[in-house]
């Protein structure tokens, strides 16, 4: 999937509606949302479901102590649907996210964490060989390096989202393992907050993350991701790398320039090669030479031809693992070279051009189907199959076969009725 359609996870799962002038998560005020308030057949509902879910449960090894304890004051909370529904809406462009992502604040203020909790990023980085730099631009990302942790209660959170069923089996799957996580006593109530979708502690783990990768690093026999103290939510993020295949040593990715008249269909992620064979095809780093051979890495063109183009390597795939969107990836590996004291990103992006709305991916979807170039679905994500068709259509138009669906093959679908 491109990044086109993959964004919108990033709102959904980061910002939850879009980035401050700080590039920071901003903070809405506590919608009217308590049981009492609402009319009494949701009322009715959201409490059977609460009972229902409690047999389920208890059936899976929750006491009913910590249950209880757990719902204590829950409440249906209308301002976490009315997030989860309206996501898909919020895009940007990857110009315009990495402007706030990789700002130049962000970059600063990641060099100051950095160098605040050096010591402990060492030790991280020894243990699990991962750059302390990526660990640090993850919890830049993710809460503003510790500042924007979020302050959702996490069981009201998810118990909202999988009652209200548009992702119910994820979220049960969630809230199950929010209330083992209460049960086996890592942390209690009061302190289990998070996003509005139950994301946690310094760098948002979700329940089912922090139960298979956290870690205890301070040594306390606690995985404690929600304390002041980062340290186990940034050993947790390193072990959360390592454990998918990072590799030590090796880059996320590289800034190339192509030669004129290059082949952009070469620009798949399916289409691995050793960098000497890119530079062989004229593909070379911003000092004009071959990349230096760390292993097969694929050719990336976020923005099609007219954007920057970057060689992507295995650790390009690790840090996906933690958010599916390559515009995440792409934030997360420059501001950690940024904070070792590397440059801006020096191709220019193509500003005059915005992000298709859902509604517009859909369309271009279903136009372009219905010209002869099957997406074979109309979901509004823009994956490999829509990405495949936009090439043909380009193709067939004598343009560049870049695959990028841009609102420009958006209008030419729509004046060739």
Known sequence: M?????????????FGGGLNAAGDPPRLPPAAHPLDQLNHPVKASFEGWIKSFRTRALRQGISP??????FRGVSYNSDVVRRDRNQSE?????????????SDARVKNGKAALRKTSRTLDAIERQFGVDKEVVVAIWGLESAYGAVRGDVPVIEALATLAYEGRRARFFEQQLMAALTILQRGETTPRRFVGSWAGAMGHTQFIPTSYMAF??????????????????????????YLKRNGWVTGL????????????????????IKKMPSDWGALGVKGLDG???ANHGQASLLLPAGHSGAAFLIFKNFDVIERYNTADAYVIAVGHLSDRIKGGGKIKARWPREDRALTFSERKELQRRLTSAGFDTVKIDGKIGPLTIDAVRDYQRSKGLEPDGYASLAILKRLRSSR
């Open 2 to 14: 491109g990044w086109t359609g993959k964004v919108v996870l990033i709102c959904a799962l980061i």
């Open 65 to 70: 102590a910590v249950f209880d304890r757990a």
């Open 90 to 102: 919020f895009t940007k462009t990857l110009w315009d996210y990495l402007d706030t992502a990789v």
């Open 214 to 239: 956290a870690v205890d690093f301070t040594g306390d026999g606690r995985r404690d991701i929600w304390s002041d103290d980062p340290t186990d939510a940034l050993a947790s993020t390193a072990a």
């Open 251 to 270: 880059p996320w990715g590289i800034e190339v320039t192509l030669p004129r008249g290059f082949d952009y269909a070469l620009a798949n992620r399916r």
């Open 289 to 291: 030479k071959s990349v």
